[in-house]
C-alpha cells in the first residue's frame, strides 16, 4: 500500500481540488476524502490522493495516529515523535534512529562502505600512530602506514613499541566524514601471534581535541572487543554514528604486542540541514530571481517581487507572487556556490484579505543556471511532485530524500490557491 500523503512523482501530472487550481477539467478518480488533492497521471498512469497533514490510505481515509505511524523510518529504524519544544524550521516532528550502518534523514542510507585503508585510498602519510616497534636490529619498521586490512608480507602490519604506555594509532580523513564501524585484524611477528584483544575509538575534527566513544547513557569509554587471533577479522559497528575528520584506535589490553591491521567502515557526509540564507538576507535580494512578478492592481508601488519571498517576512508584500497563474512560472534562488541542498520549507502570503499559497511543486536545479534538472527520487523515472502549502502563514517542510549538489534552485509551481505566492527557506550546508 502506498505510504502516507503519497506525491506521486510524475512528469505531467494535473491537480484538482476544491480550492485548488489546475490546468485541466479532467475528473479525478478516485474521490479523495477529507480535503485531500487528487493527482491525475497523464498517458493512462493511475491517479493518487495527495493527503493533508493527519491523514493517509488510498483515498485520504486514514486518520494518522502520529507522526511515527505510519512508520516513516526506512531499514527497520525506529521512529521516535520529538517534543513540542525540539520542532522548528529545522527539525522533523519525528527522528529516525537508525540501526547500525545506516544514516540519512530517515535512514535511508546505506553507512558501512570502507573507507580506503586496504584499498590505499586513505594514503600514507594520512596514517599515524604514537609509536612504532623496530624489529630485527632495528631494520624492521613496524609503521603504522603498515596497518592495513589484509596486507601481507613478513612485514605486515603496525605494532606500538614495547615502551610505548597509552599507543594509539589514527586516520586522517581529509575531511569530516560519517564514520560508522571498524574492522580489526592481528598479524604474526616471528611465529608469534599478535594482535589487540580490546580497545577504545575516540574521534576529533580536528585533530588536536579528541573524545571517546562513551557507553550507552555517557557514563564512561566505550570498551571494543578486538581480536582472538592473528588472522581473523573482528567488526565492531558504532551504535551512533561518528562525524569526524580524525578517528583514532586505542589498544587497552594486546596479546604479547599491540599488533593491528585495521578499516574503516562509514560514508560521505550527507545529511547536513542548515537554513542556506533567505530568511537571514544571508542570499541578498539580487540572488533571488524569478519568472515574472505580479503587481496588485497592476500599481508598480504594490508589486510582489521575488526577493520578497523570505520565509516569515513581514509587511503588506511579504511575499514572491506570478504574474500569471501558470506552470511556466518558476522562483530561483542562486546559493552563489554549489551548495548540498537537502530540504526546502514553504509558506504563503495574503494579499489584501486573499489568502494564496502553492499547492504543490516541483524542484529544478543547475550548476551554470542555463542547464536544468528536475528533482527525481532515486529510482524514480518522473520528476517528484512535491506537497506544498495548505493555507497562507504554516511552514511545510520537504526534505529530499537524495540531497544535491547545485549553485541554483528552482521552485516550480504545479498547484496554487488564487494565486502563486511563496515565501521559501532552502535547507543544506
Known sequence: ??????????????????????????????????????????????????????????????????????????????????????????????????????????????????????????????????????????????????????????????????????????????????????????????????????????????????????VDGGFGDKIFVGNVDNNGLRTNMLDTPLEAQYVRLVPVTCHWSCTLRFELLGCELNGCSEPLGLKDYTISDAQITASSTYKTWGVNSFSWYPFYARLDKQGKFNAWTAERNSASEWLQIDLGSQKQVTGIITQGARDFGHIQYVAAYKVAYSDDGLTWTEYKDEGAEESKVFPGNLDNNSHKKNVFETPFLARFVRILPVSWHNRITLRVELLGC
Open 1 to 214: 500500500m502506498p505510504g502516507p500523503r503519497l506525491l506521486a512523482a510524475l512528469c505531467g501530472v494535473l491537480l484538482c481540488a476544491s480550492g485548488v487550481s489546475a490546468g485541466s477539467g479532467d475528473l479525478c478518480e478516485p474521490e479523495c476524502l477529507n480535503g485531500g488533492t487528487c493527482l491525475v497521471g497523464q498517458h493512462n498512469l493511475p491517479s493518487y490522493c495527495l493527503c493533508p497533514e493527519g491523514f493517509s490510505g488510498l483515498t485520504c481515509n486514514e486518520t494518522e495516529t502520529g507522526a511515527c505511524f505510519p512508520n516513516p523510518c526506512h531499514h527497520d529504524a525506529e521512529c521516535q515523535v520529538t517534543d513540542e519544544s525540539q520542532r522548528g524550521d529545522v527539525f522533523r516532528q519525528y527522528i529516525c534512529k537508525c540501526s547500525q550502518g545506516y544514516t540519512g534523514i530517515h535512514c535511508e542510507t546505506v553507512c558501512r562502505m570502507p573507507l580506503g585503508m586496504e584499498t590505499g585510498a586513505i594514503a600514507n602519510w594520512q596514517i599515524s600512530a604514537s609509536s612504532m616497534l623496530l624489529g630485527f636490529m632495528g631494520l624492521q619498521r613496524w609503521a603504522p602506514e603498515l596497518a592495513r586490512l589484509h596486507r601481507s608480507g613478513i612485514v605486515n602490519a603496525w605494532t606500538a613499541s614495547n615502551y610505548d604506555k597509552k599507543p594509539w594509532i589514527q586516520v586522517n580523513l581529509m575531511r569530516k566524514m560519517r564514520v560508522t564501524g571498524v574492522v580489526t585484524q592481528g598479524a604474526s611477528r616471528a611465529g608469534s601471534a599478535e594482535y589487540v584483544k580490546t580497545f577504545k575509538v575516540a574521534y576529533s575534527l580536528n585533530g588536536r581535541k579528541f573524545e571517546f566513544v562513551q
